[in-house]
């Protein structure tokens, strides 16, 4: 079966514009010719894409399934289309950063500061990603640089280690272990304890701390997300123990971090594509992310 460009972009015409009328305007056309290629295409497919009913087309669920995909190949599309134009428009197009969650909100936005002062008029696209989605997509060449945990460097990808940090505590305002200044595994004794969900490698390491001070805390929430974890803090639900860049960037009156007797360790890689010609800023960016790294580190060895 050989489906051709107009014949989807006519399908997909229709089905965003309801009737063949303003179909035939968007695509150029006119209603009778798309009337007709709509009747080889569905000719061609070997069901019908729309139930007729008063003269209006009323898409099958056949259609609504094929729209679907049609819209994947469409805003891939769209997105060479908006890539071609940036390099079109500018000598270096737009850089592409994809990174944890937990770094978007921490560390890219003081890379992209300091990116800024250098050269104010560069746009940067920044992408959260969660693992494994980050290493694939870095594999794929899709972005200029990658932030990670990932301790191998996925294929066709480089890998730097840029920082070693430890897990820390967030402890609600007034919480009576406020007033250490650093904590052990036994203090948790006891505690309402924000853990993270089950199969995260922090909670399998947080947890195995617990177990082997043989320390129960009453767990009472979980979640996949540290920033979350540190809201439910914030609100006085429990204690808890998360990175400390998310711990570090949601700190104030009514979150207090405090660091571990016990190490837990917190790697951040920079992942850098090894294939595709590299963008001729990406050197740039990596100094940044670098430079933003040792003022993080700073911070927290305060």
């Not at 948790?188 to 001070?213: H, K, N, Q, W």
């Not at 540190?230 to 979150?255: H, K, W, Y």
């Amino acid at each position: 079966m050989n489906l051709t460009h107009r014949q989807l972009t006519m399908f997909r015409a229709i089905m965003l514009h309801g009737n063949l009328g303003r179909a035939a305007d968007a695509c150029a056309s006119s209603q009778p010719t798309l009337s007709r290629e709509l009747g080889r295409l569905e000719q061609l497919l070997g069901f019908n894409l729309f139930d007729r009913v008063r003269g209006r087309l009323r898409p099958t669920v056949r259609a609504l399934a094929l729209m679907q995909e049609v819209e994947r190949s469409f805003i891939g599309l769209e997105q060479i289309a908006a890539r071609a134009s940036e390099l079109r428009t500018q000598s270096t197009g737009r850089l592409r950063i994809a990174c944890l969650p937990a770094l978007a909100h921490a560390l890219v936005p003081r890379a992209l500061v300091y990116l800024s002062q250098a050269h104010p008029e560069l746009g940067v696209s920044v992408h959260p990603l969660e693992s494994p989605w980050l290493e694939q997509a870095m594999s794929e060449q899709r972005f200029d640089l990658g932030l990670s945990e990932t301790q191998e460097a996925p294929a066709g990808v480089a890998l730097q280690p840029l920082l070693k940090v430890n897990e820390v505590a967030v402890l609600p305002r007034d919480h009576s272990l406020c007033r250490k200044a650093r904590l052990q595994p036994l203090e948790f004794t006891g505690e309402r304890f924000i853990s993270l969900a089950v199969g995260d490698p922090y909670r399998t390491a947080i947890d195995a701390m617990f177990e082997d001070a043989k320390v129960h805390r009453a767990t009472l929430f979980e979640t996949t997300s540290a920033v979350a974890v540190c809201a439910m803090v914030r609100q006085g639900l429990g204690v808890a123990i998360v990175n400390p860049f998310t711990a570090l960037e949601l700190s104030g009156p009514d979150l207090v971090v405090r660091p571990l007797s016990v190490a837990i360790g917190y790697q951040v890689n920079m992942l850098l594509p090894d294939i595709a010609a590299p963008h001729p800023l990406q050197g740039v960016l990596a100094d940044t992310v670098r430079k933003a790294c040792a003022a993080l580190n700073h911070h927290l060895s305060l």
